[in-house]
């Protein structure tokens, strides 16, 4: 089977069941692309998680009798992501990129909570197959924009949600997040999730991820010396509120690029997101006053990170108005629960203040 890469309605690359054969317009393709490279190293990360309940159930909506066939996956999502303008299909298709990436909000359903109210059998548009990630999620056009909605416990939402609110008071370029709440009037339960904007603006620009440039690799010391200058210090400032947030989820699907989507040329850093593994979303975050945890030895054993933070650390009070800020707004949205934000606010202060100390800042 022959394939075309496609970015919109160029073809940028050619492929067949042994990896890309050909490339077109290198300047718009994914950074991993190169002659020979097997297709499922870019397809797999973009393609939704096999593991998640609900995807098994998308898949019988669909009819995908095998996920791991390449050319079915192909024939059914095509490779689409709501992020990028990039796709795949059989040379022979003569289809529409701009249909592929319609609403269907059935399909959305079904991504989300596994069924749908509706069962009108449609299969057209956009069917989730590029939402990745572990969790219950799907995405949902509103008002003229995408939006992410994804689940979790009480304890990843407010998690996300408080992150996000400390790092918008510290005016840091983050992914714009809301908290939606509802009462089932049949079954009387609370249902929460948390709806993230695509930050793309319908793909007017490419997110790439962090994994198209350097696969697994994703510590520092790997990844700094491969960024393109302009991009360092935007990096080093998200793995340093990656510190302050206890969030160890930082993988090379939650950071990336923006690129122009006309000439393929990076704009900047793509916005911070993804903060549902943070804070006490796995426990309680701890650190030593002295000895300081494996947050901030990741960090602190970095010497270009060690350069920038001695530049670039925010002012003490700004931190403690950012957390008695996030949270006020996080209890204000989460008024149902009584959590306690001390131990939240002292975690942040305290870790700041063991870096501030570490990097001998005043």
Sequence with gaps: MDYSIMHKDKAIALADENGISEIIIPELCPACFAPGMPLHIWLDNRCIDVHRSHSRK???????????DLNEVIGIGHGISITDNWWIRKTDENLDYRSLKEYNEEIADIAFYGSSESDSGNRKGYLEFGTVGSYEKAWRFLDGSWYMFKQGSTQELLSEYYSYQFLKHMNVNVAEYEMHNSISEETGI????????????????DFEPFCNYFHDHDEPEYIIPRLEKDLVKPYVMMVFYDVLLHNDDRHNQNAGVLRDSETGKITGLAPYFDYNLGLISTGVPRIDDVRGNLFTDSILSNTVCCDILKRELPDRDLIIQSTEAAEAETSAVF??????????????IRTYDFLAKSLKIK
């Design 190 to 205: 609370r249902s929460s999730y948390i709806v993230t904007k695509d930050f793309t603006g319908n793909a007017n620009v």
């Design 335 to 348: 008024d149902y629960i009584t959590p306690n934000y001390g131990l939240i606010n002292d975690y942040i």
């Design 58 to 68: 998308l898949f019988k909506a669909l009819r995908l009798r095998n996920p791991d």
